[in-house]
């Protein structure tokens, strides 16, 4: 990749943890260090050495008590980076499953201010997607929630459902991030909550698909009510629509 100058930009890496304790020091080993300045993890209340794997890591580490959630995680993480002067904040998910290596893709157009956000998308490619491992009712279903997502919100993306993301501090800022739900539907939340702010370049970047047993995946029906949840947020953006 050509050297971009970080113009004074802190890139802040932020790690919603539960349960990683097998994969989190290869994912930060993965991390590029000369493009990130800082690393936060945040730890949902895992049951295994996440938290002592973190610290020896030399991460700053954020402990909830109880289970939050991803959402809820998120939640903290984001709020977190900005308290410690972020201007752009880079989810990776420490279960491996996303590939850390491409962080400089992924904060580039930032970086340049042609975009708002960039998502990491296993569907700009699609048959990468399933020789990654991906379920093919996963791929079906990602496909299907994607096509009602774009004709709703106006977007052409091809995958809403990627937790490989970055964003800047301005819309993270200006985004009512604790109104949104504790639960996996979160990723689409601050999409919507985007659209309505009027933050609509949004970028995308191809990443590669990774699944395997130390992944974190939700299983069939975890993922039924997490489609159902997306179509529920869909609607609520329509009637939100309509009362404007």
Same mark, same amino acid.
């Given at each position: 990749?050509?050297?971009? @100058?970080? #113009? !004074?930009k802190?890139i802040?890496?932020i790690?919603?943890a539960?349960?990683? *304790? ?6 930060v ?8 300045d800082?690393i ?6 895992s ?13 700053i ?5 109880k289970?939050?959630?991803y959402g ?5 993480c984001?709020?977190?980076?900005l308290?410690?002067?972020?201007d ?5 998910h420490p279960?491996h499953?996303?590939?850390p290596?491409?962080?400089p893709?992924i ?5 340049l201010?042609e ?7 296993r569907?700009l @490619?699609? #048959? !990468?997607?399933i020789k990654g491992g991906m379920?093919?009712?996963k791929?079906? *279903? ?9 004709a709703?919100l106006g977007?052409h993306?091809?995958?809403y ?5 970055a ?7 200006t985004?009512p ?5 504790d639960?996996f539907?979160f990723?689409?939340?601050i999409?919507?909550q ?7 370049r ?5 990443i590669t ?5 130390e992944?974190s995946?939700i ?7 997490y ?13 939100w629509k309509?009362?404007?």
């Amino acid at each position: 990749m050509e050297n971009i @100058n970080k #113009k !004074n930009k802190k890139i802040i890496a932020i790690l919603p943890a539960y349960n990683a *304790a097998k994969t989190l020091e290869p994912t930060v080993n993965d991390i590029p260090p000369d493009w990130v300045d800082e690393i936060i993890l945040v730890d949902d209340a895992s049951k295994d050495e996440t938290v002592a794997i973190a610290k020896k890591l030399g991460l700053i580490t954020f402990v909830h008590e109880k289970n939050r959630g991803y959402g809820g995680n998120q939640k903290t993480c984001y709020r977190e980076a900005l308290a410690a002067g972020a201007d752009i904040v880079v989810m990776v998910h420490p279960d491996h499953q996303y590939d850390p290596k491409l962080i400089p893709e992924i904060v580039k157009p930032l970086l340049l201010d042609e975009a708002d956000a960039v998502f990491g998308s296993r569907m700009l @490619n699609p #048959k !990468n997607a399933i020789k990654g491992g991906m379920p093919y009712w996963k791929f079906t *279903a990602n496909i299907f929630l994607t096509a009602i997502e774009n004709a709703i919100l106006g977007f052409h993306l091809s995958e809403y459902h990627s937790g490989f993301r970055a964003y800047s501090s301005r819309v993270l800022c200006t985004l009512p991030l604790e109104e949104n739900s504790d639960d996996f539907v979160f990723d689409t939340e601050i999409i919507t909550q985007m659209k309505k702010a009027g933050f609509s370049r949004i970028k995308e970047i191809s990443i590669t698909t990774r699944y395997f047993p130390e992944a974190s995946m939700i299983g069939f029906w975890k993922s039924t009510f997490y489609g159902l949840s997306i179509l529920w947020v869909m609607i609520k953006y329509l009637l939100w629509k309509i009362k404007r």
